[in-house]
């Protein structure tokens, strides 16, 4: 008989952990049900890119169908109101749950302190509403600003806090201070007249990292992005025009509140025993909690503690690791072995300060900002790879870069801009044609029967037969087409010249020594000792470019798989520029292979089907260990 194993809250934690029982579970022995109030999981750590509206919040939601598809959890839209650990059982205002194990991982929500004012007149970032919501309160600050003739009050409308200087306060204000830019200029408002200020109670910023990473980010938003940083400063009251302070006020239609957390108020029915004023539960080794033996409680709203006795800190990291012992403990649980503690390694953190500054620390070890740059990339990558596969990171990847609303520097501007593959179809066709070509016209010249390769390479016995084999496969385009139009024959090179005037090169380009180190030459030398090193190997690669020929011709031809086709097309080009030289006749393939890199085979080819099917196998594989798909949804379209 299966167990009923309940999962409530489709975070970074419940999302692990129905994934990890996924994987784990053996024939029909776990029944899986992840509930929650959304259909859609949420990169809170991308929140603040919304809310500064550096990307649309369409990068920062993904559906949870896409994340359990090809899986056996149960997906289930609802939220939960009242808790019976005693008999098993959760309900909503509508149904009734029952379960044999169930994981509580609802999250947390934001920590007001009591603080008068906070709830009625303060933006919270911690939820995809939140991050739509502030930036279009942002959005209408602005148009209200350039309309307003009260100087008192369009000031107000002008100065945005954010209240905390923990790694959201400090993301959102670096973000926001890179849209204000735009925004000045789109509604003509000198930046001089907006202020943008971060307040925080602590004495530096950053106050969890290391005290030279906190002061290289401080300095950054002071004098580069010219934000006002006050420390040491206890917020009081907060009121519809203005945010107080021991000592003064600000006065703002803006205050942004990032400054504490505590467990989720849909956990705040829950009759367990609690950490600490953040609300967490308290939960054993196991991360179960206490007194409840088939009751987990993972993420933020499990108390967790390390080896001094500390909660964990609320961390992504820390709450897919919680959410994975979790579930491997509920499977040990069922299957009668012992369980294990959870044990939770943490790695390091990264904070963006605006699309260009970020400090990290991986591994105790502080990196430079380019690299901490990239670092945060590759963790959003590596993440989205665990839960959606290619599917994820290529929507991730569309947002961060081609769809990037913030624009500061020159060469983001113009790759950003898109074009339809449609308009490469024929460079496409073209290019596959001409491999094609080449292939074939090799095969007849006896590529598969005798030796070839070495004259081709420039590298026979004799200087005379080596030039005459070289020069036989470079005019074969030549042979094939009598077309008298110059820009054609130009392009294939029976032409060094468009108009009238100087050729403009000889019969080839010379030969691009790309590996040269002082006098040693490496592609001489990989030729002699490793391609021609024998007569059975030198057949083998001439064999080989045949091959390869063709079904780079092949694949253009058709569409099918055209990035790795092109790519294999600019490795061929590369070993011919780099042994025989650059001839009239192919240099405009080069160009051709990378232009036909960016999706040329998605429209009027078989990519257009093809690459969904590969992605889709490639995700029922990772998340069932199984190559068996056929037609289960394994045709649907990605998009």
Not at 373 to 379: A, D, E, F
Not at 470 to 497: H, M, P
């Amino acid at each position: 008989m299966s167990k009923k194993v309940l999962i409530i809250g489709a975070g970074y934690a419940g999302i692990e952990a129905a994934l990890t029982l996924n994987k784990k579970k053996k024939g029909n022995d776990i029944d899986i049900t992840l509930i929650d109030k959304n259909d859609y999981h949420t990169l809170l750590t991308e929140l603040h890119e919304v809310a500064g509206n550096r990307i649309s919040e369409e990068g920062i939601r993904i559906n949870l169908k896409s994340i359990f598809k090809y899986t056996d959890v149960n997906l289930v839209m609802d939220e939960i109101t009242s808790f019976d650990f005693e008999n098993n059982k959760v309900s909503s205002a509508h149904r009734e749950y029952e379960y044999d194990y169930l994981i509580l991982a609802m999250g947390s929500s934001p920590n007001d302190f009591g603080i008068p004012g906070l709830k009625e007149h303060t933006f919270t970032l911690w939820s995809y509403d939140d991050a739509v919501r502030i930036r279009e309160h942002i959005k209408k600050c602005f148009v209200l600003a350039s309309q307003e003739k009260d100087k008192e009050e369009r000031q107000r409308l002008l100065t945005f806090v954010v209240a905390g200087a923990g790694f959201t306060g400090v993301e959102m204000i670096g973000e926001l201070a890179i849209w204000v830019k735009s925004l000045c200029k789109e509604h003509d408002i000198d930046r001089k007249d907006v202020r943008l200020i971060i307040v925080d109670m602590l004495p530096r910023i950053l106050n969890t990292l290391k005290e030279e990473n906190s002061k290289k980010a401080h300095k950054y938003l002071e004098k580069r992005l010219n934000v006002e940083v006050m420390l040491n400063t206890r917020i009081t009251e907060a009121t519809e025009k203005s945010l107080k302070y021991d000592g003064g006020e600000i006065e703002t239609r803006t205050v942004i509140w990032a400054a504490g957390i505590k467990a989720s108020d849909s956990a705040d029915n829950i009759d367990a025993e609690r950490v600490n004023r953040s609300g967490r539960f308290k939960v054993d080794e196991f991360c179960r909690a206490v007194g409840h033996k088939n009751v987990y409680v993972v993420g933020d709203l499990g108390g967790l503690t390390d080896e001094q006795g500390r909660p964990l800190a609320a961390m992504v990291e820390n709450a897919i690791q919680t959410g994975h012992g979790a579930a491997m403990n509920i499977i040990n649980q069922i299957r009668g072995k012992e369980l294990r503690k959870v044990e939770v390694k943490f790695h390091g953190t990264m904070v963006s300060v605006g699309n260009y500054f970020c400090v990290s620390e991986i591994m105790g070890k502080s990196l430079p900002v380019w690299l901490s740059i990239v670092m945060k990339y590759l963790v959003n990558i590596h993440y989205l790879w665990e839960i959606t596969g290619f599917r994820g990171i290529s929507r991730y990847l569309y947002h961060e870069v081609l769809e990037r609303r913030q624009r500061k520097i020159f060469v983001e501007k113009h790759w950003s801009t898109r074009i339809q593959a449609w308009w490469l179809t024929l460079l496409r066709l073209f290019l596959g044609g001409m491999w094609l070509y080449e292939g074939i016209v090799k095969i007849k010249d006896g590529w598969f029967t005798s030796p070839k390769l070495a004259a081709f390479l420039g590298m026979a016995s004799d200087a005379s037969s080596a030039a005459t084999g070289a020069g036989t496969y470079v005019t074969r385009i030549d042979e094939a087409f009598k077309i008298k139009t110059g820009i054609i024959n130009f392009l294939l090179g029976t032409e060094s010249r468009l108009v009238e005037g100087a050729t403009i090169s000889s019969q080839h380009f010379a030969k691009i020594d790309l590996f040269n180190f002082g006098d040693f030459n490496l592609v001489p030398w990989f030729l002699r000792n490793v391609v021609l090193a024998n007569d059975g190997i030198a057949m083998f690669f001439q064999v080989l470019v045949v091959i390869l020929e063709v079904l780079v011709g092949l694949m253009l031809l058709g569409g099918a798989l055209t990035f790795v086709g092109s790519l294999i097309s600019v490795g061929l080009l590369t070993m011919f520029i780099t042994s025989t030289g650059l001839y009239e006749k192919s240099w405009w393939m080069i160009f051709a292979s990378i232009a036909t890199m960016g999706g040329a085979g998605r429209a009027f080819g078989l990519d257009y089907y093809l690459i969904p099917y590969l992605n889709n196998v490639w995700e029922y594989f990772w998340k069932n260990r199984k190559f068996r798909l056929f037609f289960r949804r394994s045709l649907d379209r990605f998009e």
